[in-house]
């Protein structure tokens, strides 16, 4: 079997004295799609969130417990947070396309790690990311345009790009397909199937179809519970616990 | 059928009524207010539309020898020729007591003003020449039919005599109107023919200055660190409440406030631009930094955690992505803040900007008045001209009001659509 990349073991998170994360040990597969499935408010985000410390920014919030990335614990005092961050990049809900250029946005993470230094490099790296994200037919002959201006997919693919620049080990992404049409989606979930090659990547999804369609793994979450954790194929067609069931079958939503 | 008319019932016949009442009320409310913007506007435009134009006068001045030396022209009797050329003008005067009233028909910056004449033409010095110089401001109010020659002679500021003298220098092309150029480019004075504001104007441009090169820069420090550092606790509350609570002290008490530490304490220069414009920085701070938080906290945090989530600093994510979209909001928050103090007055009088003073100011070390404390000054001298004079200030106060604000108006739209 293969040894797994992030592992948390009995991770309890708490939002002042409110916890929304109950005991949760899981192991996630590298390069593999790992979808965090559940009702609304069952802790999928929460949880996501504690894989890179984005928890850290809400300052009620405390975890308890080991999470690892490599085998190193993340929440180990010599651990730096901008190290952990290059490493395990993240995709939000909302496309949120900084505002500046096209280039620009793909070039920050870049810039700030120093990880291209002349001119020539950068752009090639630009470059290499745009294509990763399928997105350079559609915006090379108008880098120097804000972000903004492309429309919802185009500027969540642009998010894709940016996070993969800097060639993190793992991407996370919080429903980055509910702000999208179905067209855009369809795109978005390629892309994802692509990535799995050189990125492992967790995605929170709400919709059953789409964690079916794109990942390997799923897991579901209910109630700050991480009730099954199993292969998609079995997840969806032999589920174990009856609350799974139930969720699949839209019994409890 | 439907009935799809305003008797449908649903009480409609009332809600329309309440609906129109309630637009009528607001048409009514803005047509009192600029009922009186427009009052207050053109009772100001048109008392200071006296101020517009100056009156000279032309006086025959023998600038012969015998009158100067033209190696030492600064020790020449220029009173002396002023006065020398009004009596040629009118040999028939000789009672010493018509003399005074004749002498008066100029002003008694005339000889100044003839000097500062000959010193810059010295072709001049040798011959007789008509020099036009500034006529009284009683002159002035004559020609300009503000002196009712019906009153009673004891009644009115110009006598009988003066009257025909006045009608024959008239007659004769001696007295003319000018554009008033010089109420732009001379200091105080305590004529109010010769009065000017530059002096108040260069006051307030240095203490804007100071105020801004204090306030600006501590305040968006103040604004980014609440904002985007500080811990949130009831530290940082009280810190809030009371930063708000400033922005509402009266600016009279920051003045006192700066009569005690700048000047007492510090021993600052007073009456100086330099102690003005930190008072006026006190004032502005608390402002400048509410406007700065507030455009801050409408930076989305998205670009924040964007920025975090692919490793930045926070201090790279907010200079990065946070401060650069708050700019725009920042900056108009700081002009309309400097506007505030340019408009402001009882600070300026604690720290004794409101000496009269005549020079203008060179440095922020000298002493210097300020626009609204000019007004202020010249709303209080007795002379009738000044209050045309102090129309005429409010106006040019009245005038770097708006173009601040507009300023702050086209820098938000210019910078906000920059994407
Ligand atoms: N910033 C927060 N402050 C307090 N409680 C929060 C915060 N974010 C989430 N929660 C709570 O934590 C629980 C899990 O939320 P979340 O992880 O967002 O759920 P999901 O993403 O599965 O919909 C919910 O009960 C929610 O109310
Ligand atoms: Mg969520």
Redo the contacts with the bound molecule.
């Keep these: 079997m293969v040894d797994s990349i992030i592992s948390s073991r009995d991770v309890n998170i708490f939002?002042?004295d409110?916890q929304?994360?109950f005991g949760v040990d899981m192991d996630i597969l590298p390069n593999k799609v790992t979808a965090?499935i559940?009702?609304?408010?069952?802790?999928?985000?929460?949880?996501?969130?504690a894989i890179n410390r984005m928890n850290d920014l809400?300052p009620?919030?405390y975890m308890e417990g080991c999470m690892t990335i490599g085998g190193q614990d993340i929440y180990a005092p010599e651990v730096d947070v901008v190290a952990l961050r290059a490493q395990v990049g993240m995709v939000f809900q909302k496309p949120n396309p900084f505002p500046k250029s096209i280039f620009e946005n793909v070039a920050y993470g870049l810039r700030i790690h120093k990880m291209a230094a002349a001119k020539s490099e950068m752009d090639d790296r630009v470059e290499w990311s745009l294509k990763s994200a399928g997105l350079w037919d559609e915006v090379h002959d108008r880098l120097d345009q804000p972000g903004n201006s492309l429309s919802g997919g185009q500027q969540q693919r642009l998010c894709i790009a940016r996070a993969i620049a800097i060639e993190p080990k793992v991407i996370l992404m919080?429903?980055p397909c509910s702000a999208l049409d179905p067209i855009a989606t369809a795109v978005v979930e390629d892309l994802i199937d692509q990535l799995r090659r050189e990125f492992t990547i967790i995605i929170?999804t709400?919709s059953m179809q789409q964690a079916a369609r794109i990942s390997q793994r799923t897991a579901f979450?209910h109630l700050?519970n991480l009730v099954e954790f199993n292969d998609t194929k079995t997840i969806f067609t032999n589920p174990v616990d009856e609350r799974t069931q139930n969720y699949i079958t839209g019994r409890i939503g | 059928m439907i009935d799809l008319s305003n008797k449908a019932g649903f009480d409609l016949a009332a809600r329309n009524r309440a609906e129109w009442r309630f637009r009528l009320y607001g048409i009514l409310a803005i047509a009192v207010s600029l009922l009186f913007l427009l009052t207050m506007v053109g009772n100001i435009t048109s008392t200071a539309s006296g101020a517009l134009k100056r009156t000279e006068i032309a006086i025959e001045v023998d600038l012969g020898a015998d009158n100067l030396d033209p190696d030492d022209l600064r020790a020449a009797p220029w009173g002396g020729i002023v006065k020398q050329g009004l009596r040629d003008m009118f040999p028939g005067i000789t009672k010493r007591k018509d003399k005074k009233l004749l002498y008066k028909l100029a002003s008694p910056e005339a000889s100044f003003e003839l000097e500062k004449i000959v010193t810059e033409n010295p072709g001049l010095v040798g011959g007789v020449h008509k020099i036009w110089v500034s006529a009284s401001d009683d002159l002035d109010l004559f020609i300009r039919g503000k002196v009712d020659p019906d009153l009673p002679e004891q009644k009115r500021r110009v006598t009988d005599d003066e009257i025909t003298w006045i009608k024959s220098l008239e007659n004769s092309g001696n007295i003319r109107r000018v554009i008033n150029w010089q109420f732009l480019t001379n200091g105080d004075s305590r004529e109010p023919e010769v009065a000017g504001i530059l002096g108040a104007l260069v006051g307030s441009a240095w203490s804007l200055g100071v105020c801004f090169i204090l306030s600006f820069p501590i305040g968006i420090g103040a604004a980014l660190y609440l904002e985007e550092f500080a811990p949130k606790n009831r530290l940082s509350d009280l810190i809030e409440v009371n930063i708000n609570n400033l922005a509402a002290v009266p600016s009279i008490v920051f003045g006192l406030l700066g009569l005690a530490m700048f000047l007492g304490v510090m021993g600052l220069p007073r009456s100086s631009p330099l102690v003005g414009g930190m008072v006026l920085a006190l004032m502005t701070l608390p402002t400048m930094i509410i406007a700065a938080r507030a455009a801050l906290k409408a930076v989305p945090p998205s670009f924040k955690e964007g920025a975090l989530a692919l490793g930045a600093t926070p201090v790279q994510a907010v200079f990065h992505h946070v401060f650069p979209v708050a700019m725009p909001g920042m900056l108009t928050g700081a002009i309309i803040g400097m506007a505030q103090a340019l408009g402001e007055t009882a600070p300026l009088l604690m720290i004794g900007m409101v000496a009269f003073i005549v020079d203008i100011p060179t440095s922020i070390v000298q002493p210097a008045t300020a626009l609204p404390v000019q007004i202020f000054l010249w709303a209080d001298a007795p002379e009738r001209a000044f209050s045309e004079k102090t129309a005429a200030a409010i106006i040019v106060l009245l005038f770097f009001l708006i173009a601040m604000n507009l300023i702050a108006i086209l820098l938000r739209r210019k910078l906000e659509t920059r994407f």
């Design positions: 939002y002042a409110k929304a994360i965090f559940g009702p609304s408010g069952c802790g999928k985000s929460t949880f996501l969130r809400i009620i919030c919080d429903e929170v709400h979450f700050g």
